[in-house]
């Protein structure tokens, strides 16, 4: 099929100061959240615009900013958020830290499921807080939430950290489970704070739900950012979206405070050609990472790999069971990189319980993915 969008085209990215490509020249990494695809034209031709106005001041966000944000949910996800909800945040991270900080007190717990992504429970001991998880229950090669678990947990908890579309596990969670973990928060007054950062990325198969579309709660905050989906990551350029407004303006007065609440000089523009010329791109990004998905499933079932990819229908984060094969991910991971220069990460660092998980970043060229499956199938066989 022919597509606009070059996504085979190799990125050089060890020249660029790169945190997930700082790594040995022969080497290739299939770790840190951010894809090898290059940026929509549209996007780059935004950013050189805006870097041949040549003063480089400080800025303000734009309505056009917000709009763009509004457009791109209401035409995708049928969900309709309002201007006066947003405030810009530089990132998604920086945001949980604010509002962990001026939602919970030291000592107090924060609840989120297991395993998750890292830096959450970064935030909640950087701040002095208990993280107070409540673990998925794997079974049968998926994942599902122990409901009786997590309303304990929430009875003790401030503050509710949910990830949806889940990193690093690619569960999309349903309207019913959406709207059961609302009526858990409502019941014991818990904040809920929704990161969807990863919601344009679901394979084109099955559309991620929306927290904010599902029930109204008047302690919802959502974290929004093209970060992912748009490889922007570097820009930090996000948003929360908080309809009530005694809420919205006690977190927009803690993002000033914590100097996360302004955005640089190329923050802006990026991020409304993302939204506003974006659609072709991502559709033809998940198609090619589903593609990627594919290889991957099909390699394993031809060569007798006993690998077991979960979830898979949403992001390009695939968690996959070695525990045919292992119960220490860790000395997988570091066993495996050491002989082949090829970087992955444990489970261990998402506070899986079962040490036998290993995550795969799966956006990148087919040629890498080709030569990952063959490396598995050396080191494995």
Not at 330 to 350: C, P, Q, R, T, W
Request: hydrophobic fraction near 35%.
């Amino acid at each position: 099929m022919r597509t606009r969008y070059n996504f085979d085209k190799e990125t050089n990215r060890k020249a660029t100061h790169s945190y997930k490509w700082n790594i040995p020249d022969n080497g290739a990494s299939f770790t840190v959240a951010d894809t090898d695809f290059e940026v929509a034209s549209e996007i780059q031709q935004a950013i050189v615009n805006r870097a041949k106005q040549s003063t480089y001041g400080y800025t303000y966000v734009p309505d056009e900013y917000y709009e763009a944000y509004i457009r791109w949910w209401r035409d995708r996800y049928q969900t309709e958020l309002k201007k006066e909800w947003f405030i810009f945040s530089t990132s998604v991270v920086a945001s949980v830290d604010t509002i962990i900080k001026r939602l919970t007190e030291v000592g107090e717990r924060v609840c989120l499921f297991s395993p998750n992504y890292n830096v959450f429970y970064n935030c909640i001991s950087n701040n002095k807080r208990v993280a107070e998880e409540v673990n998925l229950t794997y079974q049968n090669h998926e994942y599902s939430i122990d409901w009786k678990k997590l309303e304990e947990s929430l009875s003790k908890s401030k503050l509710f950290i949910h990830c949806n579309p889940h990193n690093p596990i690619g569960k999309q969670y349903s309207i019913e489970e959406n709207e059961k973990i609302i009526s858990l928060c409502k019941k014991y007054n818990v904040y809920l704070l929704s990161d969807e950062i990863h919601s344009d990325l679901d394979y084109n198969e099955k559309r991620y739900n929306p927290i904010i579309k599902t029930k109204e709660y008047e302690r919802l905050i959502l974290a929004l950012s093209p970060g992912k989906s748009f490889n922007l990551a570097g820009l930090h350029s996000s948003v929360l979206v908080i309809p009530n407004e005694e809420l919205r303006l006690k977190i927009e007065k803690g993002l000033q405070e914590d100097d996360v609440g302004e955005p640089s000089y190329f923050s802006i523009e990026p991020v409304i050609a993302a939204y506003t010329k974006g659609d072709e791109y991502v559709q033809e990004e998940n198609a090619y990472i589903y593609e990627n998905k594919k290889y991957l499933k099909e390699f394993f079932i031809k060569n007798y790999l006993n690998l077991e990819i979960i979830g898979g229908n949403a992001t390009y984060l695939l968690w996959v069971d070695i525990s045919h094969y292992s119960n220490d991910s860790v000395a997988f991971v570091n066993d495996f990189s050491n002989k082949y220069n090829l970087f992955l990460i444990d489970g261990k660092h998402y506070h899986e319980s079962q040490s036998s998980f290993v995550r795969i970043n799966i956006a990148t060229q087919k040629k890498n993915i080709i030569h990952l499956c063959n490396c598995l199938l050396d080191y494995l066989k």
